[in-house]
């Protein structure tokens, strides 16, 4: 009995020993598991992760802010500021500590909505589609700031770009929920002056500004600069440590452009349109001035206008600049231009006689009039542009030829953009070489079948102007930056025809001035060579009898221009003859620019 209890001892002391050494080797295995999992992390932490951990271990150390830099500004000729920029603000709001958002709306909108009486004013000057009232403005601005002041979020935007009184004023208020962070805003001294040339600043997808159309646009890189950043190291609540280290990365400001827009000229240049817009019942209408010898825009308008500082009242068919972005068929002002290529190719001379002036051609199925219905047989060149004869064009275009025709129209600019430094600008392309028939040939010689802009028209006759050679249109003269001034200069000019058919074709220009159905509204003594230009507007595969672009292009003192300048109103009501319309109006300008200018009289 007593061996068989010790047996039953000596197993369970046995089995104790077992279960002991299990225990231990379940620790070791706990351990070593353990070791090699905090091994692992730290080799992640260390190794795989470690430039992200000490990127995120020194972001919570620190305080970092964006340093802003002030976008350039856009000078006129003499200097002074057509747009600059100021110091601004985003007001800001924490919807978590908003208990009423009806009531902040209806008190903030006031101070928000941009002053309503003033708006409509403006847009009354621009006349936009429709009109808000100050009233209707009130209440948009209401509801905009009750819907961003009930969603989810700590920090909401609620209006950029506010003035510091605006600021100063509403931080009275002591409205809960509110904050500022700085920026700045875009200032157009002259308004809605020079708008389509300028463009407007508006903001990209992420919120950062980004200029639009014109200059804002096609410069916008070189005027928004390089924005720089604030680091500073903060302690557990927060606050900036004044010991601590920290740098700062300066911003890099944008460049001024100086351009080479004459202020006052642009200044009479947009009322004289807008009136004239106005009188002659126009639906729309354009004018730019440019420099024949080396392409300097001095101004540059089109009718109705959009104001830059309230572009979102504006749809984006209201941005489009008409000079360099709209096509139309130009009429009898682009007659000079293949009557030049003509004289230029010697396939006419000065004392040759039309044998197709005698009456209306038949081509195929179409029948080309003059303007008149008058026939003058054995017309000149020159009596052929006086009288602005259909017949005689033709004539002239056929001596020429379809392939020739093709090459001058190319070597003039025609079928591709001018190059001028405002974004937005498009081109037709002509009709392809080779493929002309003898009505496309017909219609092209006096300026129908064929679109283009006004700007590549004033390029192409500017080159008439100017011995020959085509200038390349040009806004900006220099770029100012912080210690440096660049000059934009003007690219070579390109030889399109000679001096002698320059010559020639310019004392034709005299004379239709002198003498063509515009004659009574020139200014008197001052030698002036023009052509006007009276185009059917194409509507479905036809021509509108009753609408018509009545243009007027010359440019003075003829033989040594200052300015060429072209006028063009869409569907005047009064008349539809540019004789009785755009001619009138472009001397009137003219008159103004004589005197501005100090080109005396010469005869």
């Known amino acids: 009995m007593k061996n068989l209890t010790r047996k039953q001892t000596h197993q369970s002391q046995t089995s104790n020993n077992l279960l002991r050494n299990n225990r231990v080797y379940i620790l070791i295995i706990f351990f070593v598991l353990a070791a090699a999992v905090i091994i692992v992390r730290l080799f992640s932490w260390q ?3 470690g430039e992200e951990l000490e990127h995120l271990g020194k972001s919570q150390q620190k305080i970092s802010k964006n340093v802003l830099s002030l976008r350039g500004a856009i000078l006129a000729s003499d200097g002074t500021p057509l747009v600059s920029s100021s110091p601004g603000w985003t007001i800001w709001a924490d919807p978590r500590k908003i208990t009423d958002p009806k009531s902040l709306s209806e008190k903030l909108a006031p101070y928000l909505v941009e002053k309503p009486l003033e708006i409509v004013k403006d847009l009354d000057e621009a006349s936009p589609d429709e009109k808000p009232t100050p009233e209707e403005l009130l209440e948009i601005e209401e509801g905009k700031l009750f819907n961003i002041l009930t969603r989810r979020g700590a920090w909401v935007s609620l ?15 002591n409205l809960e929920g509110l904050g500022f962070d700085p920026n700045q805003r875009r200032i157009y001294q002259e308004a809605s002056m020079s708008a389509h040339l300028l463009g407007f600043v508006g903001q990209e997808s992420s919120g950062l500004d980004q200029g639009y ?3 804002e646009g096609k410069y916008d890189v070189a005027l928004s600069g390089v924005g720089g950043e604030k680091y500073f190291e903060k302690d557990a609540l927060g606050n900036p440590i004044l010991a601590g280290d920290g740098r700062i990365v300066a911003a890099l400001d944008g460049v001024d452009l100086k351009t ?8 009479f240049v947009e009322k004289r349109l807008a009136e004239g817009v106005k009188k002659y019942g126009a639906k729309a209408g354009s004018i730019v001035i440019m420099r024949p010898y080396d392409g300097a825009i001095l101004a540059m308008s089109s009718y109705p206008t959009y104001i830059s500082t309230h572009f979102s009242y504006f749809k984006e068919e209201d941005f489009i600049n008409p000079v360099i972005s709209q096509t139309f068929e ?18 006419v001379k000065t004392d040759d006689l039309c044998d197709k002036c005698t009456g209306s051609l038949k081509i195929g199925p179409y029948t080309i009039r003059t303007w008149d219905e008058q026939y003058h047989p054995d017309s000149t060149p020159g009596e052929i542009i006086k009288n602005s004869d259909n017949t005689g064009m033709v004539w002239a275009a056929e001596r020429l030829g379809q392939d020739k025709l093709y090459d001058y129209l190319s070597k003039f600019g025609l079928g591709a953009v001018t190059g001028i430094d405002l974004q937005g600008e498009t081109a037709s392309k002509l009709r392809q070489k080779g493929k002309w028939g003898f009505i496309d040939l017909a219609t092209t010689s006096f300026g129908q079948g064929i679109a283009i802009t006004p700007i590549q028209l004033v390029r192409a006759i500017a080159a008439i102007a100017n011995d020959g050679k085509l200038p390349t ?3 900006v003269d220099k770029i100012i930056g912080s210690g440096f001034e660049q000059d934009i200069k003007p690219e070579a000019h390109i030889e399109v025809i000679s001096k002698k058919a320059a010559d020639q074709i310019t004392e034709m220009m005299i004379n239709a001035t002198k003498t063509g159905e515009a004659k009574w509204a020139a200014p008197k003594g001052h030698v002036i060579a023009g052509k006007t230009g009276t185009a059917q507007i194409p509507i479905q595969g036809h021509y509108d009898p009753e609408k018509t672009i009545a243009s007027f292009i010359g440019f003075a003192p003829a033989t040594n221009p200052e300015f060429i300048m072209l006028v063009t109103l869409r569907e005047p009501q009064s008349s539809p003859w540019a004789s009785e319309t755009a001619a009138p109006l472009w001397f009137d300008i003219a008159k103004d620019l004589f005197v501005y200018l100090g080109i005396p009289p010469t005869q």
Request: net charge positive; hydrophobic share 40%.
């Open 473 to 475: 249109p040009q806004v």
């Open 159 to 173: 209006k950029q770009k506010i003035d510091n009184k605006t600021k100063e004023v509403i931080e009275k208020l």
């Open 213 to 215: 159309f014109g200059l």
């Open 260 to 267: 080479h827009i004459d202020r006052t000229i642009q200044y």
């Open 330 to 347: 130009p009429g009898s002002v682009f007659k000079p231009i293949v009557m030049a290529s003509a004289l230029d190719a010697e396939a």
């Open 47 to 49: 190794i795989v992760h």
